[in-house]
């Protein structure tokens, strides 16, 4: 290993791999964070606007878009309101033909915090980006439940993925080329 190591082309190729390896690693991290987070933006909007309706006295069946989602297949945005006991009041989401609500736990920490927001998997195959936020106006108080399919940002994600993978092998390949071929030398 010594005298493998002892070749300064190696070292040079190793040290551009590792490199490489950081600098494509540390791309993806942030494109992967960015895109992940970038999916919760829809649901606080939502949620944010559905309060903002609520505390004016709106009845909740008239903040909730008619527009139904379907949480199996669409990535539309969605709105469930529930009472303080998690009723369901309206909801503009459905799976399979229910309108699924998310543990207890989450309505718990929220009614403690004001807010929550989570990656939920009601069922597989299905991950949301979700928010559940507060709502109080004169007839009551209760939650508001928003969020939005993250097959899109995984699909996303999983792309970026793959052409990292795919820089790094043309990075260990062209290097290595280099590394590889024959030096030339100088005729007297």
Do not use: C
């Not at 139904?68 to 969605?78: A, T, V, Y």
């Not at 009614?111 to 009601?122: L, V």
């Amino acid at each position: 290993m010594k005298q493998l190591l002892a070749k300064s082309s190696l070292r040079v190729w190793l040290a551009i791999v590792g490199t490489a390896t950081l600098v494509l690693a540390g791309a993806y991290t942030m494109v992967q964070q960015s895109t992940r987070l970038a999916a919760d933006d829809l649901p606080l909007s939502i949620a944010q606007n559905t309060v903002n309706k609520l505390a004016t006295d709106a009845q909740p069946s008239d903040v909730v878009p008619t527009l139904k989602s379907d949480l199996r297949n669409d990535s539309i945005g969605f709105v469930i309101i529930t009472d303080d006991s998690q009723h369901v009041l309206a909801s503009s989401a459905t799976l399979d033909g229910k309108t699924p609500l998310p543990p207890a736990g989450t309505f718990a920490f929220t009614k403690e915090h004001g807010t929550d927001h989570f990656t939920w998997q009601p069922t597989n195959g299905v991950r949301l980006a979700t928010r559940i936020v507060t709502y109080k106006n004169s007839v009551g108080s209760g939650f508001v439940v928003t969020g939005q399919s993250l097959k899109q940002a995984e699909n996303r994600i999983n792309t970026y993925g793959k052409l990292a993978v795919a820089t790094w092998l043309a990075v260990l390949a062209w290097t290595l080329f280099l590394v590889m071929m024959p030096e030339r030398t100088k005729k007297s």
